[in-house]
């Protein structure tokens, strides 16, 4: 047999054909929206929580602020294992290899990371705290080794199916581990610094790898299954079931916390897996209500039958817009809303007037976003103007 035949006989299992040209995907825009709305909630959380001061804290309506306001953070772990999924099997179409496709994810992931340190830097150099806050462990820090561990296990299939089903059982796994890391006394007797990783300690972390990297796997198994559709009629029913299975599992979790607790001395707004389940599932529905209203009917717009969600042409949106620009965002607001330039007001506004300077730095945010957008475009002009003019004097320097 010759060489060729054995190659066409025993392919290799980690490369698969490059998609046709119908398999081209575009931008969700309804996943875009969802960060969109990650943004504003993420932005709710911390004027409420920076701005409002002491005796309204105290306040039922401060604190469903502060509930509503926790769904932030989740939101964008979860978000981000849709985009493991979306992106990794999008280079996996291109290039054929799992392994890469897979490594170029664990990359961004690890980059992410890299750039949680240089947040704390930056918040250290504007004045925000001690060198000791160099070490606190922030979303960004639960992000970059999230997205890394949620690549590499969609690497470890070969399979749609099998990816789901790990992505699955690992979400499951940090879920249920949780209440017993947070109450593992033999945790006391190691270094703050890695514990704080582990589980949430005073004044150096509000997030921990357990249970919070469950919600990017999560994500990873939405991903997976919204990565498997190629028509517009299979990703509007995969939505639809998305929206089903998100409320099944939010009314299932709300009936656990009814009863009795597995985990002694375990908290529902803590590490309960009841907690991490209903977050989960309320960030499904909404995906699944998301894309709905992605498809809603606009003015002067039709869609030919073949024309999916990500295909579908969008106008101006401010949650688009925050949604495209989120990290940048989420880099500049902390420190308006937590740092030295807002000090007057900080635990000084009663809610309502809290509420009313949330609504107004969200337009801001807004505007920055499309600043920055601008900036952007018009960068991308002058590289393209620039280059074919440079194509020209190297021609003319050659002749």
């Known amino acids: 047999m010759s060489r060729t035949r054995r190659r066409r006989a025993d392919p290799d299992p980690t490369r698969q054909p490059a998609p046709s040209p119908d398999e081209t995907r575009r931008r969700r825009g309804y996943l875009d929206w969802m960060r969109g709305l990650g943004v504003v909630v993420m932005i709710e959380a911390h004027v409420i929580d920076s701005w409002t001061r002491l005796p ?13 306001g926790g769904f932030g953070a989740p939101l964008f772990l979860f978000l981000a294992g849709v985009s493991v999924a979306l992106s990794a099997g999008s280079k996996l179409r291109r290039s054929g290899d799992v392994r890469s496709a897979a490594a170029a994810v ?15 830097v930056q918040a250290w150099i504007l004045g925000l705290g001690a060198p000791s ?7 960004l820090n639960i992000m970059g080794p999230g997205i890394m561990a949620a690549a590499a296990l969609w690497g470890a299939f070969r399979s749609p199916r099998g990816r789901a089903i790990g992505f699955a059982a690992a979400a499951l796994a940090f879920a249920l581990a949780a209440p017993f890391l947070w109450a593992a006394p033999w945790l006391d007797a190691w270094p703050e610094p890695l514990v704080s990783y ?10 921990s790898l357990f249970p919070w990297v469950g919600f ?39 009936l ?24 989960a599932g309320v960030i499904t529905l909404v995906i699944g209500l998301a894309y709905l209203w992605d498809r809603r009917p606009r003015l002067g717009q039709s869609r030919g039958p073949g024309l999916t969600s990500d295909a579908a042409p969008h106008g101006w949106s401010p949650m688009l817009l925050l949604g495209r620009n989120s990290l940048f965002i989420y880099w500049i607001h902390v420190e308006l809303v937590y740092g030295l330039i ?14 009313a300077a949330f609504g107004a730095f969200a337009i801001f945010m807004v505007a920055c976003a499309a600043l920055r957008d601008r900036v952007a475009a018009r960068r991308r002009s002058r590289r393209s103007t ?14």
């Open 133 to 139: 806050g160099l070490l606190k462990v922030d979303i």
């Open 216 to 254: 990017v796997f999560a994500g990873g198994l939405v991903g997976v299954l919204i990565d498997e559709t190629r028509t517009a009629g299979a990703e509007a029913a995969i939505n639809v079931r998305l929206l089903v299975w998100g409320a099944a599992v939010s009314a299932a979790a709300l």
């Open 198 to 207: 582990l589980r949430p300690t005073q004044g150096r972390s509000n997030f």
């Open 256 to 279: 656990a916390a009814r009863l009795p607790g597995a985990y002694a001395g375990s908290d529902f707004w803590g590490a309960s897996p009841a907690f991490f389940l209903l977050r």
């Open 342 to 355: 807002s000090i007057p007001i900080h635990r000084r506004l009663s809610l309502p007037a809290a509420w």
């Open 56 to 68: 309204d804290r105290l306040t039922p309506p401060f604190q469903w602020a502060i509930i509503v």
């Open 386 to 399: 620039a280059v074919p003019a440079l194509s020209r004097l190297r021609s003319h320097r050659r002749v």
């Open 106 to 120: 664990m990359r961004r992931g690890l980059w992410i990371f890299l750039l949680a340190f240089v947040f704390r």
